[in-house]
C-alpha cells in the first residue's frame, strides 16, 4: 500500500473533533449509492418494457415481412416463398392477407384488420398459436356443423374485439368488405358470414382489440384474390439479425419486391423508448452529481483541517503530485464505496420488484399499476449488465473528477502559511 492510500484512508476515518466531516462522507457516499441504485433499477425497468413490448409484437407479427408495389396483391408466391426459404438464416416462410372490414353482431359494429393466414404454416412463422386462449388455428379451416346452424369458415378474434362486440364461442359474425360488388340492384356491399371459433390474447391492447384472423382460402375467396397474396411473413433464426436478412432477402428477390424487418416497421415505437431511457439516464445521473458537489465540499473541509498535515508532509520532500493522489484516493473512495452499495441495492430490488410493489400497494391501498391501462399483469424488468457496467464507470468518473480540484487545491498549498500559527 503506498502511503498516499494510507494517509487518505487516515483522513476519512474520523477523530472526536472531525465528527462533521465523517458524517458529510457518509452523506456522499449515501448520495453516490442512492443514485446509482436507482439508475440500476429504473433502467431495468426500462429494458424489461422494451423486451416485454418486442414480445407482445413478435406475438402476433412475423420477424420479416415481404410485399410489393402492386396494389392488386402478389402472383406466384409459393415460387418466392422457396427462393426466400434458400436465404441463410430464414427458419420459416407463410403466405397471407390483410385488409380492412367491418365486423357486426346484432346493433354492435368495429371496424378492424382481418389476416387471412395458412393454419398449417402460420406457426412457423408467429407465436399466434401460443397466444390462442380458445380454439386452434386448424379450427379456421375445419367447417364443423353446429346444431341448426349452416357450416360457416372460422374465424379468431382478439379478446378485447369480442368482448367489444359481445361474442363467444361459436357465435356467428357478419364481415362486410368495403369493396362492393355489381348486382341488378346497383353497387352492393359484399357479406359475408363466420363462425368464432377463437380467441387470442397478445397482450398488447392494439392487437387484442382491432385484429382478426381467418383462413388463407376463405380470404382469397371474400377479397377475390384467387391466386394471389398480400405479401410473406418469415421467421429468422436469430431476431437480432432480422434486418441484416431482410436486406439479404431484399437483393434476392429484387424489384418489385421489398423486405421489411420488425424493428423497422417498429422504428418509431423503440426509437422512442430508447429516446426514454437515455432521457431517465441523464436525469438519474444528476443524483449522483448533487453527491459530487457533497464530495466537493467534503474535500474542501478536510484540506482546511488538515493544512498542518499537508504543510508537514510537504516540508518532508513530498511532492505536489503526492499530495494529489491523497485526496484524489479519498474521492475514489468515497465512490467506489458509494457505488458497491448501489449496485448491492439495485441488484437486490430488482428480482423482487414486484413483490416490494406488491407490499406498497397492500400498505396503502393503492393499485400502482392498473392492468385497464398499462395492459400489464406485472411490472417487467431486465438487468442489462452492460448499461450496469456503464453506469459504474460513470458513477466512479464522476466521483474521481469532483476530487481533482480540492486536491489540486490542497498540492498548491505554502507549507509555510500551514505552519504560521503552529
Given amino acids: 500500500m503506498s502511503y498516499e492510500l494510507f494517509v487518505s484512508l487516515r483522513h476519512l476515518k474520523a477523530k472526536r473533533t472531525q465528527k462533521f466531516i465523517s458524517l458529510n462522507t457518509w452523506i456522499s457516499v449515501g448520495g453516490v449509492a442512492l443514485g446509482v441504485m436507482a439508475l440500476i433499477v ?46 441463410e438464416g430464414v427458419n420459416a416462410a407463410a403466405p397471407f392477407i390483410l385488409n380492412q372490414v367491418m ?92 363462425r368464432v371459433v377463437g380467441f387470442f390474447e397478445s397482450g398488447m391492447f392494439e392487437y387484442d382489440s382491432n385484429l382478426a384472423f381467418i383462413s388463407m382460402h376463405a380470404a382469397q375467396k371474400f377479397f377475390s384474390m384467387k391466386g394471389k397474396v398480400s405479401g410473406i411473413e418469415i421467421q429468422v433464426k436469430d431476431i437480432e439479425r432480422a434486418d441484416q436478412i431482410a436486406k439479404e ?12 424487418d420488425w ?25 449522483i452529481l448533487v453527491a459530487a458537489f457533497n464530495i466537493v465540499s467534503t474535500l474542501f473541509m478536510v484540506v482546511m483541517e488538515k493544512s498542518k498535515e499537508i504543510a508537514i508532509l510537504k516540508s518532508m520532500g513530498a511532492s505536489r503530485s503526492s499530495i494529489m493522489k491523497i485526496f484524489s484516493f479519498q474521492g475514489l473512495i468515497i465512490g467506489v464505496t458509494g457505488t458497491v452499495i448501489g449496485c448491492v441495492g439495485g441488484f437486490t430490488i430488482v428480482p423482487n420488484l414486484n413483490e416490494i410493489v406488491g407490499f406498497i ?57 500551514g505552519l504560521r500559527y503552529e
Fill in 249 to 260: 432477402i431484399q437483393n434476392s428477390l429484387g424489384f418489385p419486391y421489398y423486405a421489411r
Fill in 361 to 417: 400497494e397492500a400498505v396503502f391501498g393503492i393499485t400502482a399499476f392498473p392492468s385497464d391501462v398499462y395492459y400489464l399483469d406485472k411490472l417487467p424488468s431486465e438487468i442489462e449488465y452492460f448499461d450496469s457496467f456503464l453506469i459504474v464507470v460513470f458513477s466512479i468518473a464522476i466521483c474521481f473528477l469532483a476530487s481533482l480540484y480540492p486536491a489540486w487545491r490542497a498540492s498548491r498549498m505554502d507549507p509555510v502559511e
Fill in 42 to 87: 429504473v433502467i431495468a425497468v426500462m429494458s424489461g418494457f422494451g423486451k416485454d413490448l418486442r414480445d407482445k409484437i413478435l406475438g402476433a407479427n412475423s420477424h420479416v415481412v415481404v410485399t410489393n408495389i402492386s396494389r392488386t396483391g402478389m402472383e406466384g408466391y409459393e415460387t418466392i416463398i422457396k427462393k426466400i426459404s434458400q436465404v
Fill in 263 to 287: 424493428m423497422r416497421m417498429n422504428k418509431n415505437l423503440f426509437s422512442a423508448l430508447r429516446l426514454e431511457k437515455i432521457v431517465m439516464f441523464i436525469i438519474l445521473i444528476l443524483i
Fill in 103 to 194: 365486423l357486426t353482431f346484432g346493433s354492435n359494429s368495429a371496424g378492424v384488420v382481418v389476416r387471412g393466414v395458412d393454419p398449417e404454416r402460420e406457426a412457423g412463422v408467429s407465436d399466434l398459436e401460443k397466444n390462442l386462449i380458445q380454439g386452434s388455428l386448424k379450427m379456421l379451416e375445419s367447417r364443423k356443423s353446429i346444431a341448426g346452424k349452416p357450416r360457416r369458415d372460422g374465424i379468431i378474434l382478439g379478446k378485447e374485439l369480442a368482448h367489444r362486440l359481445g361474442l363467444q364461442r361459436d357465435d356467428t359474425v357478419s364481415m362486410i368488405s368495403p369493396a362492393s360488388r355489381v348486382t341488378p340492384m346497383g353497387l352492393v356491399p359484399k357479406i359475408k358470414l363466420f
